[in-house]
Structures are given as C-alpha cells and as structure tokens.
C-alpha cells in the first residue's frame, strides 16, 4: 500500500520537495497538497523581476494544474489547513475537509511584517508576497504618484526599482545610514546606492519612521526626527515572520520557527518542515538556495536515501537592470580579520575577501560576480586563503597575496565612500 503522505502550503519549498520525491520515486506515495493562494505553485522569488518588467507573468509558474493531475497529486487551491491532529495523523481544512497521513510536511512559509506604528492600517499602505500583490500592484500603479518603501534590504530595493519602473517617483526610507547594510560594506552599499540613484531612485537614510499619516488614505510619513515627507503609496519591506501558529497548535517545538533537526523533523515523529517557516540549528533561511536544499533532502530522506541535513550557506544575489551585487558569510572586518580587496574604479567593480586565520569567511563581489558560485563554496567550506581565485578575482595583482590589498585612493576621493 502506498504511503499517504500530506503537504500543507504550496509554494516553493512543497513544490521543490515534491518535485525531487517524484523524480526519485514516482509512485510510492500519495500525496495530497493544501495550499492558501488560489493559483497553482509560482516562483515567488521572480515577483520583484516582474515588477521590474524583466520577467512575464508567465514565466513564474512553477508548474500548473496539468502537472499536479499528471502527477496523480490530489491538490485543494484556495484551502488553508486549520488544525493538525498528530495523535490522529489528520489535518482539518478550512471547508470541513478531512486527510490522514502518514508522513506531514508543513511549509507554510512566512508573512511580511506590519511595522506596528500609527497609520499603518491605513489604505495605500501595503506589502509585496504573493502573486495577488504583484498583479494589484501593476494594475492600480497609475493611481499612485508618490511612493515610499520602507526599508533597504535586498526586498525593498529591488520592489522599489519595480515601481520606478511603473513610473512611480520612489524615495527608499532606511533607518540605518546605508542600504542592504546587514550584506554589505559601506564601500559596496554606497557604490550601490550611487547605481540606483542614478536610475532613477531616491534615498532617505538614517530615518526612523514614526507615523504613517493622512486620513483613510496614505498621504505621506511622519519620522522620528520630526521631519516628514509626501506618499500616497507606502509599501513597507521591514521583515517576514515564519507561519508557525499551525504548528504551534498541534503542540509542536516552535522557537521563532519550527524547530527541525538534520533530519528535517519536528518534534513529533513524521512529522517535518521545510522552507521559510522552519528553524533549523537555530537559523532561520529566507532565500530560495537553502530552501531548495531542505526539499531536497527530506525528499531523500522519505525515500529512504542517505540524507543529513547539515545547515545551508546563504549567499545573497541582487540583480536590478545591470547592477549585480553578491555577498555571502562575514563581510564586516573585526580585529581577528584579514581582508583582501580590489577595485576597479573605472567599471565600477569591487571586489573583497574577508579571511580569518588564513580561510575564507566571507566575500562580496560588486559589478563582476562571476566568481559568486566558487566564493560561496570557498565561504561553505572554510577553505585556506591560497584556494581564493586570485588570477580571475583579483585580475593585475600581484601573486604575493600580502600586497593583495589595493584600494584604489582616486575611486575613493570621487565620493564612493571608504570600506
Ligand atoms: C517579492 C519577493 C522576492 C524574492 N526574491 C528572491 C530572490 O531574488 N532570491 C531568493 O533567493 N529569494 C527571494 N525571495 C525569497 C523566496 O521567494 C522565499 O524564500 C521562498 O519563496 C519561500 O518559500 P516557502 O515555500 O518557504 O514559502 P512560501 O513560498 O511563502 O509558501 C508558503 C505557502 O504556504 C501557504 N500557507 C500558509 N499557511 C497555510 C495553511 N495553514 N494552509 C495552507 N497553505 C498555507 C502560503 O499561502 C504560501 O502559499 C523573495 C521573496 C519575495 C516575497
């Protein structure tokens, strides 16, 4: 008899599982899948490429309703599970509906986080996560003028070049005084707030939002320092939060995540989590790369292959027209680090290695991020420092990788700022 196996959420991390488990045993199981959004599975991680017009509608679908039939998958769109009853094995949905399992997979993924300040309920306000927000936010772009977006992650950024692109003047609000600050050096951030200005967007840094003001509708932010500035779209990009009440509920360990061990698993046996909502050694993942691994690997381990989870490297990519951006691990220096930095102030290209105790610990590459895979590996497998790819890297510089260290003082004195 054929095991019955139960996945609640559709989004990337079930889609990805499932896909490996099929490629590995293609009838073993039977599967059921319940998921909230009302559309077969997409590839949220192409949303802000679609407001950037680089990427159709389209090309985002994961794989569409044809797939889940040929695939003998029972799929309920427009669904959301409400209880899990692990005593039972059996889920409950929102229309009454009933499915025991063997083996449970919960990948609920996350939401955005509201910045709890007054006016935040107010309409115009928003967050971008689902396809649903992308179609709006395209559709209804010409009523908007003004448009602030909170928050100067690698999310923000990339949604605020999005309504540049629709046509929108869009000003970036950050609390800290450089964008995508927890990825990068105050060198790379500035050069990349250069590049982005320089397209068109606005920047107000080192600003604390305090209200969101206007009657029932958005008309613009009030900050902390008193100042404010006009918006009749506000979209906040401040931070997801895992789903984990589901989880919760049912009596499973839950931290700020779903707590899972190497083999994927919760605290209660067959039952596991994958993707955004878990938590697994205590680190939280919110990109698609180590996502991607965690499916992989349970759909392994359900079908009985070698299969230990040991944690994932996170490496960020930012792709916006034709600035590209990469960091991964430790790209801040403490007393301990040794860094190697080149720069090319010609090109715009940055490039920098931070080692500790002779191995690669972090790297960042700005304009050319063609060693990004390699850097990544180097970072995952704390390799010795004569493993980084200094000819490519490192172009023009001398082998003695004590005078790697050449920061370019004209690039600085242009207003590129110092790392
Ligand atoms: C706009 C945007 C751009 C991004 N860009 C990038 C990028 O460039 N590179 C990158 O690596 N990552 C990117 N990411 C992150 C990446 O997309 C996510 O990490 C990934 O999609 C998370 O997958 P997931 O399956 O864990 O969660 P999700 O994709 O959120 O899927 C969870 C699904 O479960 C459903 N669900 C929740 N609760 C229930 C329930 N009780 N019952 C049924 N269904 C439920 C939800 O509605 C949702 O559909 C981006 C994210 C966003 C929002």
């Not at 005593?87 to 993924?109: E, F, N, P």
């Not at 689902?130 to 923000?156: F, M, N, P, W």
Request: with cysteine; proline share 3%.
């Amino acid at each position: 008899m054929k095991a019955k196996l139960m996945v609640v959420g559709n989004g990337e991390a079930a889609t990805r599982f499932l896909e490996s488990l099929l490629s590995i045993q293609a009838k073993g199981f039977e599967i059921t899948v319940v998921g909230k959004e009302p559309q077969p599975a997409y590839k949220r991680h192409l949303l802000t490429r679609i407001l950037q017009g680089e990427v159709a509608m389209e090309d985002a679908v994961f794989q569409d309703s044809d797939w889940y039939k040929s695939s003998g998958i029972r799929y309920y769109s427009n669904e959301s599970v409400l209880t899990i009853d692990t005593d039972r094995s059996q889920v409950k949905t929102d229309r009454g509906r009933k499915v025991r399992y063997d083996h449970l997979v919960i990948a609920t993924g996350s939401s955005p986080y509201l910045l709890p300040i007054q006016g935040a309920g107010k309409k115009g306000v928003k967050t971008y996560r689902t396809l649903e927000d992308c179609r709006e936010l395209i559709q209804t772009s010409e009523t908007y003028k003004k448009a602030a977006v909170i928050g100067a992650g690698l999310l923000g950024l990339e949604v605020a070049m999005g309504l540049v692109h629709l046509g929108l003047e869009t000003t970036v609000v950050h609390h800290q005084p450089n964008v995508m600050n927890r990825q990068l050096d105050r060198l790379a951030s500035e050069m990349l707030q250069e590049a982005l200005a320089a397209n068109g967007l606005n920047f107000a840094l080192s600003k604390r939002t305090r209200e969101i003001t206007g009657d029932s509708h958005v008309k613009g932010i009030r900050f902390s320092d008193g100042s404010m500035m006009e918006a009749d779209l506000v979209l906040m990009s401040v931070g997801i939060r895992p789903n984990v009440e589901l989880a919760k509920k049912a009596g499973l360990e839950v931290h700020r995540g779903i707590v899972i061990d190497d083999d994927l698993c919760t605290s209660v046996p067959n039952v596991y989590a994958i993707g955004e909502c878990a938590e697994h050694r205590d680190v939280l993942y919110g990109t698609i790369g180590p996502i991607y691994e965690q499916a992989e690997h349970l759909a392994r381990k359900l079908c009985d292959l070698p299969a230990r989870y040991t944690g994932s490297m996170v490496s960020t990519h930012l792709n916006i027209r034709s600035i590209n951006v990469f960091s991964t691990g430790q790209v801040l220096e403490t007393e301990e680090t040794r860094t190697f930095q080149w720069i090319d102030p010609i090109r715009h290209i940055y490039k920098k290695v931070v080692t500790l105790h002779g191995h690669v610990i972090g790297a960042i590459l700005y304009g050319d991020t063609s060693d990004a895979l390699r850097l990544t590996q180097l970072v995952k497998e704390f390799a010795p420092v004569n493993e980084i790819p200094s000819n490519t890297l490192f172009p023009n510089v001398s082998r003695d990788r004590h005078n790697l260290k050449l920061v370019s003082k004209k690039f600085l004195s242009s207003g590129a700022g110092q790392p």
